[in-house]
């Protein structure tokens, strides 16, 4: 069985087994991810959004884990953007340099 458990802007946490019931929700997130994932009580996918759109400062966005809980794979966005690990890396260096 997979079930849902998401952060939304229209309902705040959601609990369900139903995709079509979030999948047209605003996902959004300031302290974690906003979107998780279970497959037979093991988590299978982490989201992090902001008002909708996958972004994550602090690492990967989207995070895909394997039955026995390791890290399978992971994607990293800023604002909706892909990028691979080496330039989200000197992307989050040139915006903390901005701030200087």
Do not use: W
């Amino acid at each position: 069985m997979t079930i849902y458990k998401c952060y939304s802007i229209e309902l705040g946490f959601t609990e369900t087994s139903n995709y079509s019931a979030i999948n047209n929700l605003t996902l959004h997130n300031e302290s974690g991810p906003a979107y998780i994932e279970y497959i037979n009580n093991i988590k299978y996918t982490e989201g992090y959004f902001k008002e909708g759109i996958l972004h994550r400062l602090g690492g990967p966005a989207v995070i895909q884990y394997t039955k026995d809980g390791g890290i399978s794979s992971v994607e990293y966005y800023i604002n909706g953007r892909f990028y691979s690990k080496t330039k989200y890396e000197n992307t989050l260096l040139q915006l903390k340099l901005s701030l200087l």
